[in-house]
């Protein structure tokens, strides 16, 4: 056994394995945000250098696929077996004392399995409150034993999994969330769904101080029917309009975000389209008139609408969009959910009416 002292200090990220490239994605977008240097990562874990107070302070955002952020203790290797975990906890009685709280999770069958009660019965409890949750040890390719600052709230009670192409809050809340860590301030930013429906998709958003929430839908009754709801929640910053996503109202270089979860699947029977081949080239060609450099679209579409997204009509050859990150979701044989992360790099709209942006 080792202790790999380098660890000690850094900072934990776990991941929700149900959704790991969803999580993935929430958490570079996080560790952007926050300044963090990637140390180590393994299959559930990622390891990060970075100032601890950031993540303290941290109280606008709340990760829904990353599970817990913590605080690295110890790191031990090449552990053999439970009773040498046991005896390096005792050895270190005199400087390690344990939340009321301890939580003991193992990332897989093949690794070591310790009893929680033989680990409480060795340490003492911490005399004073910290504001730091509970002792936590991630059992892994190594030991990680460390103290959490943020755990994912456990009301969440919707399945992580399931069949349904409807999206659940979990999935709502990580697209608002990359849209989030995006930017240090939303003050300023008028986000747009094209594709709104009954608004479930921003509805989140309205807790937020942010300009503007506009969402268009092609039925009338969608429309009135978000309308009704946006206004019993008192979210008095959105403006719901009947609109063609391909033929929209707005203005050259509006728009700063684009979120939206697209028609696929038995959704997809509502366009009516001339060519539904060319959907997502017509689509992206009004994206492009109503954003500016540097607005952020973050979508859901089809695994068939990816496949045009990037081969078939090469929006991305002309570097106006940037892709900046993908995650699949598989829902069942017949559909496949894909996030696309995208921002406008080389854009022909040079910030005409955003030049107070910051530099992320």
Known sequence: MRLLR?????????????RVEEALLEAEALSRRLELKEFYRE??????????????????IKPILIKEIGLILYVLDQVKNEKELYEFIRSVEKVLCITREIEIKTLGYKYLHPDPFE????????????ILKKTTILIGSKVFIGRSIYVRDLFILEKIKGSSATMKYIDIKFMNNIVILDRSSLTDLIIYDPFAGNGYLL?????????????????????????????????????????DAFRTP??????DVILSDLPYGRRSRIIHFSSEKE????????????????????????????????????????????IRGVASQYL???????????????HICKNLFHKDLDEN
């Open 203 to 243: 509805k989140d958003l309205c807790k937020n101080d942010i300009k503007m929430l506009l969402l268009s839908d092609i039925d009338p009754l969608k429309v009135e029917r978000s309308k009704k709801i946006y206004s019993e929640t008192g979210c008095d910053y959105s403006e719901h309009i009947v609109a």
């Open 279 to 322: 959907f997502m080239k017509k689509l992206f060609e009004e994206f492009k008139r109503i954003s500016y450099e540097r607005s952020i679209i973050m979508i859901a579409i089809s695994i068939d609408q990816w496949r045009d997204l990037v081969r078939k009509h090469k929006i991305f050859h002309d570097n106006v969009f940037q």
């Open 332 to 346: 069942h044989k017949t559909l496949q959910r894909v996030y696309v992360y995208i921002k406008a790099t080389n």
């Open 250 to 255: 707005f203005r050259d270089c509006v728009i």
């Open 119 to 130: 680990i409480k019965r060795s340490l003492r409890l911490c005399s004073e409150e910290n």
């Open 6 to 18: 380098e660890f000690s200090g850094k900072i934990y990220f776990l991941l929700s394995m149900d």
């Open 43 to 60: 299959p559930g874990i990622i390891v990060y250098e970075g100032h601890i107070e950031k993540i303290i302070s941290l109280s606008d």
